[in-house]
C-alpha cells in the first residue's frame, strides 16, 4: 500500500471524530507563499515528494496557473497529521492572492473554521490581506499568522536581529489592529508570539518557527540567523520542518468543527435555532438531518461532470442518496462522495458532519446552494466583495458553435458565480463579465483550450447610471388606460447605499427575506416610515411602497418588482445598470379585473414613469475605480507618477519602506488596461503592484456625453439622448 493510501484508510478511520479534524484555510497577498506552504503541508501528508516541496506547486493544478506561476482557483485537499500522539484530519484549502480572484476566497471561507494567513516579511501587511482576513472574520473564521520569507530579510536585505524584530513585531501588530476591528464581540483572537499562534519562516526551504517549537529545541533567533547566512537552511528545515510546525497550530489554536459551528451557525444561517436542524448544525450532529452548503462547482474532467463541494453542517451525505436543492426546488440522487487530495478525490460511502466533502450527481446545484433532506430555512447568501467591472463580448468563430458558446458561458459562470453572463437577444451578443482583466483572459483561455474556438472583442468596462437630485411624483398609465401609478425618484442614502454594497444589508424582496431589516435601515439614517415600507433591495437600488390600501395591488406586486428591477438593469442613459436609487411608489389605481391588468399593462405603467423620473434628476454615469499600490525604488518614482497621472491616476499617500517607496493611488479601471507593460517600462521592470476595487466614482464631467454616446453607439441604441418628455403622457 502506497503512502497515499495509507492516509486515506487513516482519514477514514477519523472522518467520524469532530473533536480531532480542522477544516482550514490558506490565505494571503498574492505571491507571499501560500502555495509554496500548501507544497511543504502535502509532502507532509505523503502526496509530493519531500524534495519538490515549495517548488512544485501541487495544489496550482491548471495548466494556466503552472503558467502563470499564481493560484488561480481554490484547491482542497485532507490530509493527517500527528499531535501529542492523536491523529487529526486536516481539510486544507488554499485560496488565490490575486483581486481578480477574491471570489474563491470568499466562497471557500464558508467552508473553514480558521486560516492561516500567510503574510511576506519583506512586503508586509498588503492590501488583499486585510481584504482576506475581512472576508474570514466576516465568516467567524478563526486567522492564525505565518510571517513568510524571512531568510530574505537576513540574507538580502541584511537586517540586524533588532531590525528583524521591529519588522515583525509591525507586521503582527498590523495583523492584530485588523482583528481587533472584526472579531465576534466578546472573543479574543489576536495572534501573538508567546502562545505560538504566529510562526516564522521560509516556506520555500520549508522550516519554520514558534515559540513552542523554540522551548523544545533549544533554538534561539540568533541560531536562525547563523543557519540562514551559512547556507544551512536545509539543516535548519530537519528540526523545524514547516509542515509540522503549522499543522500543530492548526490542531492547536484553530477550533474543531464542535466549537466552530457554535459560534458560526448563528451568523451564516439565520433559522431557528430551537429546530431539529437548528440544534443539529450548532452542536454538528452526525446523527441529526442533513444541512450542507454547496462552496464551489468544478468539472475536473468531461467523463464525470459537475463535482460540487460542500460543507456539512449536520447529518451525513452517503453514496445513492436523495438530498432536497432548497434554491432550484428539487430532489436529486447523489452519485458519488470523496474527500478530496489534492488533484484527485477518494470516493467513500459516506462522510458525516464537520467535513469538507466532493460530490457528484447534483446537477441543477450551484455555489451558495443549501442542501437537505426537505424544505428548510436557506443559508445566508455568500456575498463577494467586488462586482464585474470589466467585459468582452465572445463569439464563436463558427456558426455551427453558437450553442455550444451559450452552454459553455453558463457553465463557467457557474463554476465562477463572480462572472456575469448576458445573452443579449436583441444584438445577438454573449457579453461576459468579470473582476478585471486578467480574471476573463483566464476563463477565455481555458474555454479556448477546451477545444471551443472563440473570438473576443477588446475589454470594455461597465459603468453604472445613477441620480444627483430627485424629481416626483410623475404618473405613469397602462396602454388600456386602466391602471395608474405615481413614481418618485431620489438618491438614495449613502449610508444605506454602502451598507447594501458590502453585504451589511441584505438584497432581495421582502417577501423572499428572512429578516425584518427595518430596525437596521432606520439606524443607518432612512426615514422610519419608508424603512418600514421597502418592498425591493435590488443591486444597491431600493423601491418603497408609499401607497395605503390600495385594492389588487398585491396582486400585482410581482409584476412591480419585475418593473422596478427591469429599469435598474438597463438605466435610461445607456442601458448600463443602476445604482444608488430610492424608486417610491406614492399611489396607485388598478382596474378591478385581472385581465385589464397583465404584464403588458403594468410594466409599461410602471417603467416609463420611473424612467422619466431618473432624466429628470440629474442623472449621470459612474466609472468603475481601483486602488493601486506601487513599491518601486526612488530612482523610478518619477516615470511611475507620470504613467499613473496619464491615466487619470490620482496619486495620494508616498511613504518609505527600506529603499523602496509606496505610491498609493486611485485610478479609473477603463485606463487600467495595458497598465503592467506600461508601468514595467517605467520602472525597467523594478516596480511590484496590486490593485483592488474601490468601487464606483462619478465620471468627469467632460467625459460624461462622450462615454454615453460610445456605450450607445456600441449597444447599436439611437444617437439622440432620450428625453423626460419621450416616457410621459
Known sequence: MGRAEQVAE????????????????????????????????????????????????????HEDEKERGITINAANVSMVHKYNNEEYLINLIDTPGHVDF????????????????????????????????????????????????VDRLINELKLSPEELQKRFIKIITNINKIIKQRQPEGINWIVNVEDGSVAFGSAYHNWAINVPCMKKTGITFKDIIDYCMTDRQKELAKIAPVHEIMLDIAVRHLPSPLEAQKLRIPQIWKGDFESEIGKAMLNCDPKGKLGMMITNITVFDKREGEVATGRIFSGKISQGQDV???????????????????????????????????????????????????????FEKIVHTSEPVVTVAVEAKNMKDLPRVVEVLRQVSKEDPTLRVKIDEETGEHLLSGMGELHLEVITNRIKKGGLDIEISQPIVVYRETINGKYGPIEGKSPNKHNKFQISVEPLEKSVYEAIISGEVAEGRRKDR????????????????????????????????????????????????????????????????????????????????????????????????????????????????????????QDYMGGV?????????????????????????????????????????????????STENAGFDKLPQELQFKAIMQIRERKGLSKELPKAQDFME
Open 10 to 61: 487513516k482519514i477514514k478511520e477519523i472522518i467520524d471524530k469532530p473533536e480531532r479534524i480542522r477544516n482550514m484555510g490558506i490565505v494571503a497577498h498574492i505571491d507571499h507563499g501560500k502555495t509554496t506552504l500548501s507544497d511543504s503541508l502535502l509532502s507532509n501528508a505523503g502526496l509530493i515528494s519531500q524534495d519538490m516541496a515549495g517548488k512544485q506547486l501541487a495544489l496550482d493544478f
Open 324 to 378: 432536497y436543492l432548497v434554491g432550484s426546488k428539487s430532489m436529486e440522487r447523489i452519485q458519488q462522495v470523496s474527500f478530496y487530495m489534492g488533484a484527485t478525490r477518494v470516493n467513500t460511502d459516506y462522510v458525516p458532519a464537520g467535513n469538507i466533502v466532493g460530490i457528484t450527481g447534483l446537477k441543477k446545484s450551484f455555489a451558495g446552494e443549501t442542501v437537505s433532506v426537505e424544505d428548510i430555512h436557506p
Open 514 to 633: 428572512s429578516k425584518d431589516i427595518r430596525a437596521q435601515l432606520v439606524d443607518l439614517g432612512m426615514d422610519k416610515e419608508e424603512a418600514r415600507r421597502v418592498i425591493d433591495i435590488y443591486h444597491g437600488n431600493i423601491m418603497v411602497d408609499m401607497t395605503r390600501g390600495i385594492q389588487h395591488l398585491d396582486e400585482v406586486m410581482e409584476l412591480i418588482f419585475d418593473s422596478f428591477e427591469d429599469v435598474m438593469n438597463n438605466g435610461p442613459l445607456a442601458k448600463e445598470p443602476v445604482t444608488g436609487v430610492k424608486v417610491i411608489l406614492t399611489d396607485a389605481t388598478l382596474h378591478e379585473d385581472a385581465i385589464h391588468r397583465g404584464p403588458a399593462q403594468i410594466y409599461p405603467a410602471l417603467k416609463r414613469p420611473i424612467y422619466a423620473c431618473m432624466l429628470l434628476s440629474q442623472p449621470s454615469l459612474l466609472e468603475p475605480i481601483q486602488n493601486v499600490y506601487i513599491d518601486v525604488p
Open 641 to 689: 507618477t507620470r504613467e499613473l497621472q496619464r491615466r487619470r491616476g490620482i496619486v495620494g499617500n508616498m511613504s518609505q519602506k527600506d529603499e523602496l517607496m509606496t505610491i498609493e493611488s486611485k485610478s479609473p479601471v477603463a485606463e487600467s488596461f495595458g497598465f503592467a507593460g506600461d508601468i514595467r517600462s517605467a520602472s525597467e521592470g523594478h516596480a511590484l503592484w
Open 102 to 149: 477574491g471570489g474563491d476566497v470568499t466562497r471557500a471561507m464558508r467552508a473553514v473554521d480558521g486560516v492561516i494567513v500567510v503574510v511576506c516579511a519583506v512586503e508586509g501587511v498588503m492590501p488583499q490581506t486585510k481584504t482576506v482576513i475581512g472576508q474570514a472574520l466576516k465568516e467567524r473564521v478563526r486567522p492564525t499568522l505565518y510571517i513568510n520569507k
